[in-house]
């Protein structure tokens, strides 16, 4: 079911060095998921043994240790031609580099007459656009789709090179909406959301939705907030963008389950923590109705600052699950179960303000004071507001993260009369980490938005321009050509590489800041599902003095492009034919535009 897999396209790659003696290394120049091609020439029985890998060492030498057990290895043996062509198959490669060796022999340079890499995929067909003044910006861009092409072959791979290389649900729910448009991804995602359903019901939980799909790996024993919530989550952005209602109807039955498994009365309390296994109500936030998920597992992987509690994410993505089915209840007639999972939604939406969300529209979890005093680096922001601080068993002071805010505020789990606050409280979290992100994986992907919704555009592009590490770009000024599985995979200032048993270079989860270069920089986002009518409502700051692009709908593409000079933002769009688009400038003017090309200037 859905696109075949097919190459898509050839790297020629170019001799790096011969280290160590008699291993030749080549770089296609591209990480990328695939094989090679090697023609070479040589006496029949002579072997050739081609290893892989995504970085080398400064010396030239292929980096592996981060294949962890995967052998990544093929072995060609000679027939004697003058020219000989190897294309490996039924495998395929997570690599960037090809070395060349002798297998039980040595061989010469001269043998090899050409490698390259062909980058196989089951999505070929590009629909969105993206550039801008900002050349990084440009290459991150480029890495966000070549890691989605990649890791999209036969399941959306977590990583394409060690041994792993499973359908991470987390993983996929936070790069659902960017993979979107970037790619036409409908198909493949078709096909895998039948994966996931099969998991469900092979998993035998209750409803639980286990870690990967397919079923299979390093899947926590009772499912987890943020990651089986990709039942959810992914289903719907499939239909926001594609407007195909069979989407809903297919995965209504493992929507409804999960969202029954998480609101079931095993897994809620009022906010009890546990702590080595024990529940310890007194360091605990509780709320005064029992919609807090019970500790979990996963949280925010990876993230810079690990104070956001599993439960705080679970339960905010818990919310989130519950309103995602409310509304596809609606659509889909289903009046019963609509009201049901709205007054869940409200249940959960009133405990989470119980427990995290204070009077001043700050949040804040276990043993949280107030203090004059810096605890947690620049505290004190530059508008002069106390940050707040959180306080565990160890007494090690925390300040509420990015995550937690960027969670709060996508889902619409604060009060509107408290965001005005919440907006200052969120800066702060930006700026006492001066100016960086230090978000994982459940809040990579609402960390800009969420800044959008609050009015904080300028941080949200500040956060992108950012170049020292933790940063999208600090991997592009450092030679990547896909996305990090950490912020520090490597470390350019060192020259060293991050932990060997999680490091993957071609990992897609960050490049969910994807997403927001359309929704809000070019402002391309839907009204009507499937794009029948949208908002253009773009957005300029940072240091970009351009931006242009386009998606590619359902009924035909939609350009957007804008130009910053000599004191005026001129703008140019193309609405498609039997569609509306609702123009927002950012002087604040609105127009209503039907099929065609516009032209619109204003002083800024």
């Known amino acids: 079911k859905g696109n075949t897999a097919k190459i898509i396209k050839n790297f020629v790659g170019k001799f790096v060095c011969e280290n160590p003696k008699n291993h030749f290394v080549y770089d296609v120049g591209q990480n990328m998921v695939g094989t090679i091609k090697l ?11 081609i290893r892989y890998g995504e970085m080398t060492h400064k010396d030239g030498c292929i980096y592996i240790k981060n294949l962890r057990s995967a052998a ?4 060609y043996t000679l027939c004697g031609r003058d020219t000989e062509e190897f294309i490996p198959t039924f495998t395929s490669h997570g690599f960037r580099y090809a ?3 002798g297998n039980g022999c040595d061989i010469s340079k001269d043998m090899i007459i050409s490698v390259d890499g062909l980058a196989i995929s089951n999505i070929d067909i590009v629909t969105g656009e993206f550039e801008c003044s900002n050349p990084l910006i440009n290459r991150l861009q480029h890495n966000i789709r070549w890691g989605e092409i990649g890791n999209f072959l036969l399941i959306p791979t977590d990583c394409p090179q060690r041994n792993e290389r499973m359908g991470w649900t987390g993983d996929m729910q936070v790069f659902a909406k960017t993979g979107a448009y970037n790619m036409n991804i409908k198909s493949f995602i078709d096909k895998w959301l039948d994966d996931l359903i099969d998991a469900q019901t092979m998993y035998n939980k209750n409803g639980a939705v286990p870690d990967t799909a397919p079923l299979g790996g390093d899947n926590r024993i009772d499912g987890c907030g943020g990651w089986g919530d990709a039942a959810t989550i992914v289903p719907w952005e499939m239909y926001e963008t594609y407007g195909d209602i069979r989407i809903l109807k297919k995965c209504y039955d493992m929507m409804k389950k999960w969202v029954e498994y998480q609101s079931s009365t095993d897994r809620r309390n009022y906010g009890v923590r546990t702590v080595d296994g024990k529940e310890v109500p007194e360091q605990s936030d509780l709320a005064t109705i029992p919609y807090i998920q019970v500790q979990q597992c996963r949280g925010d992987h990876l993230t810079y600052d690990n104070s956001t509690p599993y439960i705080y994410s679970a339960t905010a993505y818990a919310a989130h699950s519950a309103d995602i089915l409310r509304r596809t209840a609606s659509i889909l007639g289903k009046t019963d179960d609509e009201k049901r999972y709205t007054e869940l939604f409200e249940n959960i939406k009133r405990a989470f ?4 969300v204070n009077d001043d529209g700050s949040v804040s979890y276990y043993g949280e004071v107030s203090s004059q005093t810096a605890h947690c680096g620049e505290s004190v922001a530059l508008d002069g507001s106390v940050t707040r601080y959180t306080y565990y068993a160890d007494n090690t002071p925390h300040c509420p993260s990015q995550t937690a805010y960027a969670l709060a505020v996508d889902f619409d789990l604060i009060p509107k009369d408290k965001l005005k606050n919440t907006r200052k409280y969120f800066k702060n979290s930006i700026l006492r980490n001066n100016g960086k992100l230090t978000v994982g994986f459940l809040g990579i992907s609402h960390l800009a938005p969420a800044l959008s919704k609050v ?4 941080v949200a592009f500040k956060l992108l ?8 770009l600090y991997s592009v000024k450092n030679g990547a050509t896909t996305i990090w599985e950490r912020w520090n995979s490597y470390i350019a200032e060192t020259g060293t590489f991050g932990d060997v048993s999680m490091n993957s270079f071609n990992h897609y989860s960050y490049g969910a800041i994807g997403q927001w270069f359309f929704t809000d920089i070019l402002g391309i986002r839907p009204v009507e599902f499937g794009y029948k009518s949208f908002m253009l409502s773009p957005k300029f700051g940072g ?6 692009g386009s998606f590619t709908s359902p009924y035909g593409k939609i350009s957007s492009a804008w130009k910053l000079h000599d004191g005026k933002f001129t703008y140019d769009c193309t609405v498609p034919t039997n569609t509306t688009a609702t123009l927002k400038l950012p002087n604040g003017d609105i127009h209503t535009l039907v099929g065609g090309s516009y032209h619109f200037e204003i002083n800024v």
Do not use: F, H
Request: net charge negative; hydrophobic share 25%; with cysteine.
């Open 72 to 75: 990544n290895t093929d072995i």
């Open 543 to 548: 240091g970009l003095t351009y931006a242009k």
């Open 353 to 356: 303000n119980d427990a995290w």
């Open 39 to 49: 023609k070479v020439k040589g006496q029949c029985g002579q072997s050739i043994k």
């Open 465 to 472: 321009e950012q170049e020292d590490n933790p940063s999208w």
């Open 99 to 101: 070395e060349i060796s």
């Open 455 to 458: 009015g904080l555009d300028d």
